[in-house]
């Protein structure tokens, strides 16, 4: 069936620093979305993308859906405490199916 | 509120009992989802709805799972003759229509423990 493999597992932040994390896929996907999910919560929706190449930002976060619509990436510039969490890709085929990624956890440098 | 609710949050039941698990969807939302998380795992799809119907029931894993939406709105899920593994999160989420450009929505799950 169809999978996605997300990197980083995980990663340490220093306030200020950009992040990066992507998702590849061995099957195409008609559409891209980036969830992030705190503790005892649901995901939430960050981005979402509709065409191969296009490229989409919410405030601090900037998003890619690759043009072979085989993955993602998602930027998270100049990061605040706020941004910890973990973040989920997910792609769509057909239908209302989401298949996601295992995510990656986001943690503040100690 | 104007998001999806999910009750109970939290349910403890032992091994062999039938649970079920409630969904409010998102006002006006004609597609609802079923997806089950484990601990350190993205959510996984059991089944979604357009409208009362079960247009796609594929992820759900064998028949003790099953999952209804009489009216169209609210939706149960059913687990009869619980295990240990099925202990997840379960997550719901809505969209306004199924397809390629209506982005999921969801609750905060419903946390499962079968003891």
């Known amino acids: 069936g169809q999978q996605l493999n997300q990197s980083p597992q995980s990663m340490f932040i220093q306030e200020g620093e950009d992040v990066s994390m992507n998702c590849t896929s061995s099957?195409?996907?008609?559409?891209w979305l980036w969830y992030k999910q705190d503790p005892g919560e649901g995901p939430v929706l960050l981005i979402a993308?509709?065409?191969?190449?296009e490229l989409t930002s919410n405030g601090r976060l900037t998003a890619q859906f690759g043009i072979t619509r085989k993955d993602s990436f998602l930027n998270i510039s100049a990061s605040i405490p706020s941004d910890v969490g973990i973040y989920f890709c997910?792609?769509?085929?057909?239908?209302?199916?989401?298949?996601f990624g295992q995510g990656t956890e986001l943690s503040v440098k100690p | 509120g104007a998001g999806v609710s999910q009750t109970p949050s939290n349910k403890v039941t032992e091994k062999g009992k039938y649970v079920e698990l409630r969904c409010d969807p998102i006002?006006?939302?004609?597609?609802l989802y079923w997806y089950r998380q484990s601990l350190g795992q993205g959510p996984e799809f059991l089944i979604y709805?357009?409208?009362?119907?079960?247009?796609?029931d594929s992820g759900l894993p064998n028949d003790r799972f099953f999952a209804v939406r009489p009216e169209g709105s609210v939706s149960t899920l059913k687990i009869q003759r619980t295990e240990r593994g099925d202990s997840a999160v379960y997550l719901c989420?809505?969209?306004?229509?199924?397809?390629?450009?209506?982005?999921?929505?969801f609750g905060d799950g419903t946390r499962l423990s079968i003891l």
């Open positions: 989420a809505s969209s306004s229509l199924t397809g390629l450009n209506q982005p999921q929505h």
């Open positions: 099957s195409i996907f008609n559409t």
């Open positions: 993308l509709y065409k191969a190449g």
């Open positions: 997910a792609g769509n085929y057909q239908g209302g199916k989401l298949i």
């Open positions: 006002s006006g939302h004609t597609a």
């Open positions: 709805f357009q409208g009362t119907g079960a247009a796609d």
